[in-house]
């Protein structure tokens, strides 16, 4: 799916219209006019009631910051229903089935949906199980046999294996240390497995969390396969989490060589000496950016070592200092600062939040898309005969992938199914994918000629290469906010088609219609006093010389831009002089020019060609203004007609 993440072309129209006009639902009319009577209806539009819920609604979508008083969804009210209309106007006139428009409905939904599956799936998810996890904390023991995540079936088999062995071991009471010493990888010459300190959730890697936090308290996990390996996991305890303390100290680096110092720190806050001031004098870690001795917070699943947690935890909050201690770091006078307690669940969450950002949780990428595609209903692999085809991968290794005989029924079992009961609403088929269609991609797309060279991430990889074509019917199965907004946008963007055919663009206009506009209106249209003059500019002083020696002889603009690379060169007439270099202009007489101007940074000359005597347009020259112009009078004659045609009535005083 390599395509997640492609950039929407640039629109050709303005985001915050459709913004504006984008932001209405519409149901069947016939599935409201069950339930409605003309009393209930605030408007009518081609005899479909318009309910004040709907109105608000689109107020609200279209306004988010302003409230809906009764005084502003009635004087709305009008460009709701208009909106209506145009929008059943654009059906009418098939506007909906052309191909661009359709395009772009496509393009649209392509580059949201992933943001729905990142922010409302995956993000959320994230966020909820940390919030659950992080209520206890635990303790647990693990043996790890390390794998390279492209391990083979056979690598994945034998280390599955030798785990299941040792989990029985462990059970019938055989010393954990003795299993981690004789089963575990060795990395430097330890046991890469071992008893952890006492964590919480974003400790650990999400895959070793989730299952340690799945498991009672004895009880020893399957293997778990994490990107370090395969594990076996038990949890030795666990107990409601410790809100982390925020602390200061006093620190002193040794124990003896300190004591001195340890005794006087002690007696002077004894005395009552300001904190700050024992800290300066005596701490190791004064800082004068940090007076206090500030540590921050400190818990378990921390950076500090369980030993030191635990004395932080065993202050007193009613004591103004503790100690001394020593632990691993030093010897310590602590005093409790503050307790982290949220005020709310919504802080709790926002907290977790800015947790999983300083972890990098959120760094998602199109893989993380992928994979949770993978863990939808949607997609349903047959552990059956995911497990008969493994056996047979075993079975042939030595012999070439392409020659051994698959036979029946294990060739045409389906291994993976892509499907849902509402995939028929969107005409998106159902996938069945067989062993066999397996093997053959296996062949072409990994080259693999032996069984032993297959890795079970191989199968993931092949599904994931046809939800394509699933991934907007799954994001409007699963997000039903997607919907509304992907028909928001489509009526939002039909209804900017069809102004756009009836309104704005000129290509579409009434060239008749414009023309007496325009012989109405034909003062409006007039030329002030222009200057018509060319420009030239280059970076290089010496190259724009040379230009302009070859311009004064006769050299046109488009042999000098050929001519002199980089050469910026325009002929043109303006009437708005008060900028340079155009503010030189009248200074000039006809047949002038002049250097020491610049343009954008660069040195330029112009040249003063001719005056122009002021005169009225030419319908040619005011097409464009007098269309623009007479915009308010069309829009008017468009709302006109539109009234009629859908036999619009408003009863703005029926919101309330």
Known sequence: MKQFFRVCR????SIAFLAFFGGILLHPASTQAQFLTDRDAVAFVGGEPITQSEVRRFYTQNYPSETAHKDSLRSFLKDYVIFRAKLFEAEQMGLDQDPAYNEE????????????WIEKGIKNEMIDRFLDKRTSELKVQHLLIRLRQDATVRQLNEASQTLMLAKEQWSNGVPFDSLNNAISSKVNGRPAGGELPWFSAGATVIDFEDAAYGLPVGTISEPIRTQFGLHLIKVLDRRPAHPAREVSHVFFRDAEADSSQIVEAMQALDNGTPWSEVVQQYSAAANPASPNGTMGFV???????DSFVDLVMNLDPNKSYEGPFESQYGVHILRLDSVRQYESQQQKREDA????????YFQIEEEDIDNRLLRTDFVQKNKDVLAS???????????????????????SDVLVEVDHPRFPEFDVPSLALTTSDYIDWMIQQKGAVNPSNVSPTWLDEYIKEYLRPYLIPMTRIQFDDFNTSL?????????????????????????????????????????????HYTLLSHPQDSTLKNAVSEFEQGYSIADLTEQFENLYAVEDSTQFVESLPWAELPTLNPGEGMYDVKIQGKPAWIYLHDILSPRNMTFEEAFMQAFNDMQPDLEKSLEAYLTQKYDIKMRPRRIR
């Open 10 to 13: 640039t629109m050709t129209y």
């Open 105 to 116: 409905v496509s393009s649209f939904a392509e580059t949201t949906a992933p943001s729905y």
């Open 299 to 305: 818990g378990y699943n921390m950076r500090y070592a």
């Open 353 to 360: 939040i800015a947790t999983l950002e300083r972890l990098a």
């Open 389 to 411: 085809f493994n056996q047979w991968l075993l079975e042939g290794e030595g012999q070439a992938l392409d020659e051994i005989e698959l036979t029946e029924p294990l060739s």
């Open 487 to 531: 028909l928001q946008y489509e009526q939002g963007l039909l209804v900017f088609n069809y102004n756009d055919q009836a309104l704005w663009n000129p290509s579409y206009a009434d060239t008749a219609a414009v023309q007496s506009y325009y012989e109405t209106h034909r003062d409006a249209y007039q030329y002030d006093t222009r200057y």
